[in-house]
């Protein structure tokens, strides 16, 4: 099976730069997503990443290490907007088919 | 293009009762997961049909059930509803290639079991 472990609460300042963490332990692993969810409202989704490295996109970014299973989303110049849970979800393949599975999510407060 | 459409989006229950709930995919999609939402356990991996064919299953009990319809619209269905099946249910649509990409969820269906 998977275990993924997140942070389950981070406090950050508006305007500052928060880094969220996840780590993976996991066979088959086929890449790393990142999805946003406010509370009520449903997740969607902020980045994929396969290959090791870090991809930029606009105010969020998103690093992974396959060896250490390891991964981290950055959130730069924060807006109160972020307030928002931040799911990591790793991609197994298996059986022909990619299967995804969740953490538990950091809940993340932007503060004034 | 309209999005993942969940009906209805509450719903109370009482315990030993069976709900049915449902799912609409973004047109041409033909994957669809379902996935359990509990501020204890985060998003529980149900199961995820293609093609009318259920091709991945969580590790959840018997009692959860689903099925996929020609026009890739989803249902699930849970029996003999108990106290901890209360959640947000959510389902997730895709384009259901061999390789899934992004998934593009809908609101939920929050299940409320008295």
């Known amino acids: 099976g998977q275990n993924i472990d997140q942070p389950t609460e981070m406090t950050a300042t508006e305007g500052a730069i928060v880094q969220i963490n996840c780590t993976y332990q996991t066979s088959g692993f086929n890449g790393l997503f990142w999805y946003q969810q406010h509370a009520g409202e449903a997740p969607t989704f902020l980045s994929y990443n396969v290959l090791d490295g870090l991809e930029e996109k606009g105010r969020f970014s998103s690093f992974l290490s396959r060896s250490k299973g390891y991964s981290y989303l950055l959130l730069k110049e924060l807006q109160m907007k972020d307030s928002a849970s931040y799911l990591c979800a790793v991609a197994i393949y298996s059986g022909g088919y990619q299967k995804v599975t969740f953490g538990t999510g950091t809940k993340l407060q932007v503060i004034p | 293009k309209a999005g993942v459409t969940q009906t209805p989006r509450y719903l109370i229950k009482t315990r030993g009762q069976q709900v049915t709930l449902s799912c609409s995919p973004i047109s041409g999609h033909r994957s669809v997961s379902w996935y359990q939402q509990t501020p204890g356990q985060g998003l529980q991996f149900l199961f995820e049909?293609?093609?009318?064919?259920?091709?991945n299953k969580g590790n959840f009990p018997g009692r959860f059930s689903g099925r996929q319809f020609s026009n890739s619209r989803s249902e699930m269905n849970v029996s003999t509803l108990e106290l901890g099946d209360s959640a947000l249910y959510l389902c997730?649509?895709?384009?259901?290639?061999?390789?899934?990409?992004?998934?593009?969820f809908g609101q939920g269906t929050r299940l409320t079991v008295v």
């Open positions: 049909y293609f093609s009318e064919t259920q091709r």
């Open positions: 997730a649509s895709s384009p259901g290639g061999r390789m899934n990409t992004e998934a593009f």
